[in-house]
């Protein structure tokens, strides 16, 4: 384990405070005691097939039922077998028939001001439309979409749009480069790709169609026939004859009627690519109805969320957090999802809090880093506004320090609000491990207990439970609705990932999450950190493989090793340690260029926050990297632990005077 992670053990484990739900929360909510909490818990272990069949039934649509709730072959699961389901017609049709066809279904606010409200009646009109007009150019059932979008409502209608027709979407986070976008397009076989003009972050524009041209030159992505293309920026873009369709054009010949596509339970609903410990980023493969009802559950019960409510999640629909918790899991229950394009930013570091009060926000869900950035910008921001609206506040992303945990309480929440510290992945789909906010006890720093139905332990790497509270792997041990199906076009790294990490018993397989944890006394789970080769920057999952790829890819470099370093703001931050090509020499110019070269290739955010070049790297007398000596070295410790497999110790003696 890392050294970070040791750290964060230690400072843990001093976290004595413990905070009750208040009373007026658990009055009104759905779960409002933590023996309702622990009935739930033990229904779903006792049973788990006769708890999700019933919520099955009972939360949605099915246009024909299952004939087996789960089919586990060990490592694959079939959830719902045999049943046919379409989650854009739990997410919008279904609630036309009710009050809520006028009820907001979206509500955006653009970053430079403008904004927009869709009701379930507008947005499922325009879902259908977009699904007609993907149709028109010759999207079928099964095709895969790729989506490069800013954070426009039609980001969410492109994605329900597929949905409904069955082609399943990989969303690209619009902050990757060209590059990283052609890689993912061609690992998924694309046939469409859905972008805009441009989209606004930080008062800049980002050229989302010039970087799909970039993929697509030279035939780079050669699946791709047709680019679907949004206005929002209004700058001069090129529009490719024959291959490139404005959207506002194709809308005006297609009709607004189109029948959701019955789709079998295990029909793929998304691919979304996430970064591993090795190789290039995976296809993490979600299907249908699993998926739809854990992300459904999920946020019913963690947000607690009503029909009064208005529920911000101020992720970007290019990760999961923005599929789940945007999208799928707030329209399925008919709630009202705020959708916002802009992040803090020197123009406007007060923009987070201006929302809230404009829309009267009650249930805010973000992430760590940003808690931290707020407060550093100070409490002068949040104070300026009226905040009172809110009733619940959540986190996700990565562990969170107890003192920011008790700012976000103090400062946003206003001490009235519970918080709720959700753990899960891309590959678990939905939270794994979060309180209920109306029932469990609060400790800052904890994601607090499994959600119903997730059997999580913390075990050693043979599979065994550590004793008492030391730390371990985080695992889990039953399937659940939301959980990954295979990783795309390559079901043996979804075995060797995240089944056999920890080799199987007697045919019992765990899911391996990648996080080291530690359970304490109350059964608490408290999230170390990941225990492999990725680097978690401000709650962007990057491998350090795909980081050290890209340095190599530059014909400066002859090695690179990149590791992460603790960072106050952004939990951790990229340091490339690197050696060059003879002809070189390190210079300040080669730094930034270094710099730029990774960010064209994956994107600024894997850019490296610090370059440092030497002649060796410390290997083993097998060649491997030692990343753990090069973890210390960048974050100035001492160089603890047994260096005795070292190839040449004089590497070590001038990394650390500063080569
Ligand atoms: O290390 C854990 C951390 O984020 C990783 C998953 O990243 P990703 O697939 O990008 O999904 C992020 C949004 C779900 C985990 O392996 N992580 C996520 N939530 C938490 C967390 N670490 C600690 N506490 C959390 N609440």
Same mark, same amino acid.
């Given at each position: 384990m890392t050294q970070a992670t040791q750290a964060t053990i230690e400072s843990i484990l001093q976290e004595k405070r413990l905070f009750a739900p208040p009373p007026e929360f658990s009055q009104q909510a759905y779960v409002g005691s933590f023996s309702e909490y622990q009935q739930l818990y033990d229904k779903a272990k006792a049973n788990p097939e006769q708890f999700w069949g019933e919520l099955a039934e009972q939360e949605l649509h099915w246009f024909q039922k299952w004939n087996k709730v789960l089919d586990w072959q060990p490592p694959f699961a079939q959830w719902f077998v045999g049943g046919k389901i379409n989650i854009s017609y739990n997410c919008l049709d279904r609630h036309l028939t009710t009050w809520r066809k006028n009820k907001a279904a979206l509500i955006w606010e653009g970053e430079p001001g403008d904004s927009r409200t869709l009701t379930y009646a507008q947005l499922h009109r325009e879902v259908c439309q977009f699904a007609n007009a993907m149709?028109?150019?010759g999207i079928k059932k099964g095709d895969r979409v790729g989506i490069y979008m800013p954070m426009i409502p039609e980001a969410a209608i492109a994605m329900l749009a597929c949905a409904r027709i069955g082609a399943p979407h990989s969303v690209v986070f619009g902050g990757f480069s060209a590059e990283a976008l052609k890689d993912r397009l061609v690992d998924a076989q694309a046939k469409l790709v859905i972008t805009a003009d441009g989209g606004y972050r930080k008062d800049n524009i980002i050229p989302l169609k010039e970087q799909v041209d970039r993929a697509l030159a030279d035939n780079g992505a050669p699946t791709v026939e047709n680019v679907l293309v949004v206005r929002r920026s209004q700058q001069q873009i090129h529009m490719e004859p024959g291959r490139d369709?404005?959207?506002?054009?194709?809308?005006?010949?297609?009709?607004?009627?189109?029948?959701?596509?019955p789709m079998d339970s295990e029909d793929v609903l998304f691919i979304l690519y996430t970064s591993g410990s090795t190789g290039k980023p995976k296809g993490v493969v979600h299907t249908t109805g699993g998926y739809n009802l854990y992300t459904h559950m999920t946020t019913k019960w963690i947000f607690d969320i009503k029909d009064t409510d208005v529920y911000w999640c101020t992720a970007d629909i290019g990760w999961i957090t923005g599929h789940s918790y945007i999208i799928y899991g707030p329209l399925s229950n008919?709630?009202?999802s705020l959708m916002y394009e802009g992040v803090p930013r020197p123009s406007n570091p007060g923009c987070f809090w201006d929302i809230v009060e404009k829309y009267g926000v009650n249930i805010f869900y973000t992430a760590p880093t940003a808690i931290r950035t707020f407060i550093k910008m100070?409490?002068? #921001?949040?104070?300026? @506004?009226? #905040?009172?609206?809110? @009733?619940?506040l959540g986190t996700v992303g990565e562990p969170i320090n107890p003192e920011a945990w008790m700012w976000y309480y103090r400062v946003i929440g206003g001490e009235r609000?519970?918080?709720?510290?959700?753990?899960?992945q891309t590959e678990t789909g939905g939270h794994m491990i979060a309180s209920f906010p109306g029932a469990i006890p609060m400790k800052p720093g904890s994601a607090t207990l499994p959600f119903p139905g997730v059997v999580a332990d913390v075990v050693d790497l043979d599979g065994n439970p550590v004793k008492g509270e030391e730390g371990g792997y985080l695992v889990i041990k039953h399937p659940w609705p939301g959980m990954l199906r295979t990783v795309y076009n390559n079901p043996d790294r979804y075995r060797s990932t995240y089944w056999e990490h920890i080799p199987p018993k007697n045919e019992q397989y765990v899911y391996f999450s990648g996080d080291g944890a530690r359970k304490d006394k109350d059964g608490y789970f408290w999230i170390m950190g990941r225990v492999d080769?990725?680097?978690n920057v401000s709650g962007h999952r990057l491998g350090t493989m795909e980081i050290e790829s890209a340095l190599v890819s530059h014909p400066a470099v002859a090695e690179a090793a990149v590791v992460g370093k603790p960072d106050e703001v952004m939990g951790e931050s990229i340091v490339a340690f690197v050696t060059l090509e003879s002809k070189y020499s390190p210079s300040e110019g080669l730094i930034n260029e270094l710099r730029q070269h990774v960010s064209k290739e994956i994107g600024p955010i894997a850019r490296p926050g610090e370059i440092r070049f030497t002649d060796a790297l410390p290997k083993t007398r097998s060649g491997k990297i030692m990343r753990r000596l090069l973890r210390s070295i960048a974050s100035g410790q001492e160089v603890a632990g047994d260096?005795?497999?070292l190839e040449d110790r004089s590497v070590l003696d001038k990394l650390r005077g500063g080569a």
């Open positions: 149709k028109q150019l369709h404005w959207w506002h054009d194709l809308k005006q010949e297609v009709s607004a009627d189109c029948p959701a596509e008919g709630a009202t100070g409490e002068h #921001l949040p104070k300026a @506004r009226d #905040l009172s609206s809110l @009733r619940l609000c519970p918080i709720t510290d959700t753990w899960w080769d990725v680097i260096t005795s497999t």
